[in-house]
């Protein structure tokens, strides 16, 4: 069955160049969630979508970190001028309703960033 | 200042016996605790969940005990299995929140 996908799956990037992930949902699900997993650490929250609105953004280490979710459903996080401290496993995850966690979150494989 | 502790970063257990995880957490405003599990190159998937309301959560061959008093939780796998051998992650939040909040995780090897 489709679960969430992400892509690319890996993306190396220099120091200073912009990088755009991008997040597929299971098709119909309400929630959107990022995570950065750095290396030895469980992942740690960036931001949140329910539909197209972005409610929460508090996890976004810096402003030159960017999310949307313009039409509710793909969602692409933006990160400018890329760091070393940036590389990461970042995850995506989708559930069906909304603000509570009593739906559960279905997670992507995760794109995995190098930066060099 | 990690809310979510996994003090544990590997565990072997013999194919067939018990594994128990064990977390702690520092911030009495959790109410909601969960256990991901995460194969490689794969994203953690959903494993048991419990409410702080309860102090025992069961589903197959998985249990969640809750320690309130001690802010502690564990989980047990009975009878363990190959197929278990993966990263364990617990996680907590208060449940009107969107935030989950993970530890470290455990890596659980499975000997055979």
């Known amino acids: 069955g489709a679960g969430v996908s992400q892509s690319p799956r890996y993306k190396v990037a220099k120091r200073g160049q912009d990088v755009a992930l991008r997040c597929d949902p299971i098709?119909?699900?309400?929630?959107l969630f990022w995570y950065q997993q750095a290396l030895g650490q469980g992942p740690e929250f960036l931001t949140y979508?329910?539909?197209?609105?972005?409610?929460?953004k508090s996890g976004l280490p810096s402003d030159r970190f960017f999310a949307e979710r313009p039409e509710g459903s793909v969602s692409t996080l933006k990160i400018q001028r890329t760091q070393q401290e940036d590389s990461a496993v970042y995850l995506c995850?989708?559930?069906?309703?909304?603000?509570?966690?009593?739906?559960?979150?279905?997670f992507g494989p995760g794109t995995r960033l190098t930066v060099t | 200042d990690q809310q979510v502790k996994q003090n544990s970063p590997s565990l072997s257990v013999q194919e067939g016996r018990i594994s128990i995880l064990n977390c702690d957490y520092t911030?009495?405003?959790?109410?909601?605790f969960l256990w991901y599990k995460k194969y490689p190159a794969e994203g953690p998937t959903f494993l048991i969940s419990?409410?702080?309301?309860?102090d025992k959560n069961e589903d197959g061959r998985f249990t969640v005990f809750l320690n309130k008093s001690a802010k502690h939780l564990s989980l047990h796998i009975v009878p363990s299995q190959p197929g278990d051998s993966a990263v364990y992650f617990c996680?907590?939040?208060?449940?009107?929140?969107?935030?989950?909040?993970f530890g470290k995780g455990t890596r659980l090897h499975i000997l055979p």
């Open positions: 911030n009495s405003m959790f109410d909601y």
């Open positions: 979508f329910q539909n197209e609105a972005q409610l929460d």
């Open positions: 419990i409410s702080s309301i309860k």
């Open positions: 098709s119909g699900h309400v929630s």
């Open positions: 996680a907590a939040s208060v449940v009107e929140d969107d935030k989950i909040i």
């Open positions: 995850a989708s559930s069906l309703g909304g603000r509570r966690l009593d739906y559960e979150q279905y």
